[in-house]
């Protein structure tokens, strides 16, 4: 009885994720917005797809939901972006110094996608180096940087990108975007707030990642990617 529970919730995995395939992310990032649910803790339960998985005999049907529910909302992150999901998460091992395991960087950039942030591997790659440079000089891990640093950014939150390290003038960089969609801060929504900082964020990104490609690996960072390959070769 076990068995023929777990193949007829493996079917119904199976069935929800062809369905993903002929979605949009959008309703991802919904019902990860309305229940704050992070893709690395799915937990037993799938609801904004239907699937529940409980149970000793349904382990592992979850655990191939989670790593295939992943999988196919990332590859949307990368169709959005306009690249391969091998491209997007090469840049984004690179950018972080390997410091996060494959699955999670997935997951991060699902997440960034779902606060607003523009699919882009410019974008993602900027921000997981911001994210690294900041968890070097705050003595975080680079995911706990980068989870912290799209919650600023989504929240516009200033003391947020100060416990970062990160110096933010939110005054002037509405100012700069204002200028550039022709729109007086005060009108500004939500999404576009949101872009305003992201895109002062990113304006030193580039000078980031080259003083990290030139920066000795620290001891946490050396722990970080232990821990990375571990994940990976699970």
Sequence with gaps: AEDADATKKIANVRRNLR???????KPLADA??????QMTRLGVIMSGFGTAVVGGAGLMAKAGADVLAVEAAFTKVADAAGTTKDVLLTALTEASGGTISNKDLMVDAISAMAAGVAPSTDTLVGLMGTARDAAQGMGLTTE?????LI????????EAFAALGITLDVEQAFKDYAKEVRKAPENFSPAERAQALLN?????????????????PTASEDFQRMGAQVKNAR
């Design 32 to 37: 990860m917005r309305r229940t704050g649910m």
């Design 151 to 158: 919650k600023a950014i989504a929240g516009g939150n200033t």
């Design 144 to 148: 706990e940087a980068f989870d912290q």
């Design 19 to 25: 369905d993903l395939q002929r979605r949009n992310l």
């Design 200 to 216: 002062s964020v990113l304006k030193d990104s580039d000078e980031r990642l080259a003083d990290l490609s030139k920066a000795v």
